[in-house]
């Protein structure tokens, strides 16, 4: 029987950042096979916006432009969800439908799931009249009339950041606790309308926004409403490693280093699985931090076995 295939590095995820990371490995001649789902979380938007170089592009093409730029470099690209993660005596183990595959270094940067508000009309215009972020999508909408749903104390900075845009800003507070006094007291001294209801429905032709309906009834004109949703990590898969985590408002992700390293020796984690907040550029940078760090730490576990048998020898 022959032996196992062991990749230097298997990378999850071909978003962003897994493709930076995969396109750092490739470059320095590590076999490496990422594995992606396909399902990155910009996907429900057209364009893309402040990725330098980049403006305007469809999210689908500066991805197939990376898995080009991977493929010549060597890397592996295969469709298929990992399953979950399993230490090996060469390293880890990863498990898919039907295989399991053996690897020295695992990157995860398989990004992370929105949760949106239920409100009829808003699923469907997410990222066309459904915004969650001003500087991906604010710009096309500045001096427009701007929606910003307020669920939670986390989301009060956002009004200020679109009062930046346009100077049509209404805040609807679902919930009266998001908004101190004093908040509330800035935003009035910025113009802003604080309506305090939540909204029921968002209507106007397709994915075009005409107006909210609020949940007491009334109706306001817009053109684009800011929102965002719950965010949780697609980790599922190391649950078995029993990986360090940081807890905060903002949920619970792996703990990672500045190179992207977990609590794990052999993992390391890149881009919205572990910093939801991190647009294109910030996860692809993160994704070329991993990758480097991964062959760095195969580099130097190379010299050490070289050396070792060297020794014996
Ligand atoms: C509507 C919307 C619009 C946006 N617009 C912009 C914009 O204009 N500009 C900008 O800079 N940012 C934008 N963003 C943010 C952007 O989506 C993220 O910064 C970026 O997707 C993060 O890259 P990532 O590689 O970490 O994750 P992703 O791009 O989400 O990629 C993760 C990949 O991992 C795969 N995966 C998940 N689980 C597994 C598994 N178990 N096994 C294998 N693969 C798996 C997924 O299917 C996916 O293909 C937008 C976000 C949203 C929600």
Known sequence: MSPRHVYDAIVLGGGPAGLSAALM??????????LDAARPRNRFASHMHGVLGNEGVDPATLLERGRAEIASHGVEYQLAAAHEVTGAAHGLEVILEGAALSTRALVLATGARDQ????????????????????????EVRDQRLGVLITSPLQAHLPFLLRQLSDRVAVFASNASALDASTRARLEAREITVIDAGLTSLEGPARVLEYATTSAGERVPLDALFAGGTVSPHDAMLAGLDLERDESPSGSFLTIDQTGKTSHPRIWAAGNVVTPHANVPMSMGAGTMAGAAVNATLAEEDADASHARHTHR
Do not use: M
């Not at 490995?25 to 990422?34: A, C, E, F, I, P």
């Not at 508000?117 to 972020?133: D, S």
């Open 25 to 34: 490995l490739g470059r320095s001649r590590r076999s490496t096979l990422v």
């Open 116 to 139: 949106l508000p239920h409100i009829n009309g808003l699923a469907e215009r997410w990222g066309h009249t459904v915004l969650h972020c001003p500087y991906c999508h604010g710009w």
